[in-house]
């Protein structure tokens, strides 16, 4: 085999990557396969799934069209879809690029939720404008609407996310979530939830700094609201400063969350992070590595929560952030504590979809997984999920024992425990079935987190 070297244009501080190439060459190539669910071992069973028997499931089909949920995969089978403008931190890579994750996201829908998911990037490069690649991407997805139970879209530049996400939800009869918005604000707001009742405080009362205004970062201030926090303490930030009403530059989302101007005399000159800062309760921070310094958070308020998601390197390493006085830091890491992580969402998010046959994914179904993830941190933990648990996070085994549960240190369950997956479908379903988007009804919703629970189980034995 030949050697895999190290290649100048990927981020040396990536500690895995000596071993990520290898692990992505390895033969077969990438991250899926697809298997058959059906023998096919004879000419009987090569009858039944081909021709001539496929022909009387086709024949059922369309004399009854609701049948394809019942006699294909349509039910169980989610499409991860991207045009590569907005990948990871790397920014617009372009479809190619973007493949290992949208492949990444895939496996993790399968291994979390036993979802059948697809990856697919799409080239707009063909587009002359903004609007012509903003109708071609909609076309592209409507016209998969037969295939897919729900689409997950990914990885989509600011501003044009919003519209897109927001239009395809609407022309679709089936669930359409764009995870880089509503995913990240709710594992967010989970465990700010947690985080707040940690340190005492209320969403009402919270001063709260936002730094980054594109996909994520709106998404997380107007899910904070739901949740009882007020919109005018809430100071969202982008590149240029805090986002205030005398700036000429905000798109429509922006504008949402800008804060009264100053006078005339002063308009000229936009705040900066580190003014806002000062008196803050949460930052949450949804930009660049380094943007959050040491004596900006000398600058918050006593029992400072820190949410710094950027990845791989977030706005402020925790050490930094725990020496500067701050009490909770939360990031996007595996090797720190308190990993904000989107797997803990859409799984779980995407099972309760399918099994209710939900067409969307509405304010009160993300409000419930929000709540889904956050109840699981102070709920006793043993048997197989403890002993996966101490498996996965052998430096961390103390979580795991009599004194489980709700601390600094914890405020999000583990991206391994695998009752996060059932408790969010379970809570996630029973918010659609309640609020009248939910095709097929759940009558007892017990049973059904038992039964995710050991659907889920299977593939970790």
């Known amino acids: 085999m030949t050697e895999i070297k190290k290649s100048k244009s990927v981020n040396a501080v990536d500690d895995f990557f000596i071993d990520t190439l290898p692990y992505h060459a390895q033969s077969p190539a990438g991250k899926l396969s697809i298997q058959p669910s059906k023998p096919l071992n004879n000419k009987r069973d090569l009858s039944l799934a081909y021709t001539p028997g496929v022909g009387a499931v086709c024949k059922e089909i369309a004399a009854h069209p609701e049948d394809i949920w019942k006699y294909t995969n349509r039910g169980n089978t989610v499409a991860v879809i991207s045009d590569g403008t907005a990948v990871l931190g790397l920014g617009n890579i372009g479809p190619a690029a973007g493949m290992p994750v949208m492949e990444g996201k895939s496996v993790l829908f399968k291994k979390f939720a036993d979802i059948d998911a697809y990856p697919i ?119 240029k400063g805090l986002i205030v009403q005398s700036r000429s530059d905000l798109n429509e989302q922006k504008k949402e969350f800008a804060q009264q101007s100053r006078s005339e005399a002063e308009a000229g000159a936009i705040p900066q992070l580190s003014e806002v800062i000062e008196g803050a309760d949460v930052f949450i921070g949804v930009s660049v590595a380094g943007a959050l310094k040491p004596e900006m958070v000398k600058k918050m308020n006593k029992d400072a929560i820190i949410f710094a998601m950027a990845n791989p390197v977030p706005e402020i390493m925790p050490d930094e952030a725990l020496s500067a006085g701050a009490r909770i830091v939360a990031t996007g890491r595996s090797d720190f504590a308190n990993q904000v992580n989107n797997v803990l969402g859409y799984p779980g998010i995407f099972r309760g979809v399918l099994d209710t046959r939900a067409s969307t994914v509405n304010l009160e179904m993300k409000m419930a997984a929000v709540r889904a993830i956050a109840s699981l941190v ?7 999920v403890k002993g996966l648990l101490e498996n996965a996070y052998p430096e961390e085994k103390e979580l795991f024992g009599a004194k489980y549960g709700l601390s600094e240190k914890y405020v999000l369950p583990k991206i391994f425990d695998l009752r996060v997956v059932p408790r969010v479908a379970r809570m996630v379903a029973e918010a659609a079935c309640k609020t009248g988007v939910a095709r097929v009804m759940i009558e007892d919703f017990d049973e059904y987190e038992k039964s995710v629970f050991e659907r889920v189980k299977k593939n970790w034995k």
């Open 121 to 239: 990037c799409m080239d707009f490069s063909f587009a002359k404008d903004s609007r012509e690649r903003m109708e071609a991407f909609i076309t592209a997805v409507r016209v998969l609407e037969p295939t897919l139970g729900g689409i997950n879209l990914e990885d989509i530049k600011a501003p044009e996310c919003f519209e897109l996400s927001k239009r395809l939800d609407e022309m679709m009869d089936i669930a359409v979530f764009h995870d880089d918005q509503y995913g990240t604000a709710i594992v967010m707001s989970a465990g700010l939830v947690n985080a707040l009742k940690v340190v005492g405080k209320k969403f009402a009362e919270v001063k709260i700094v936002m730094n980054g205004a594109g996909a994520a970062g709106i998404a997380c201030a107007n899910l904070l609201v739901t949740f009882g926090a007020r919109k005018e303490n809430i100071f969202v930030c982008d590149s």
């Open 378 to 384: 102070d709920e006793p933990v043993d048997g197989f």
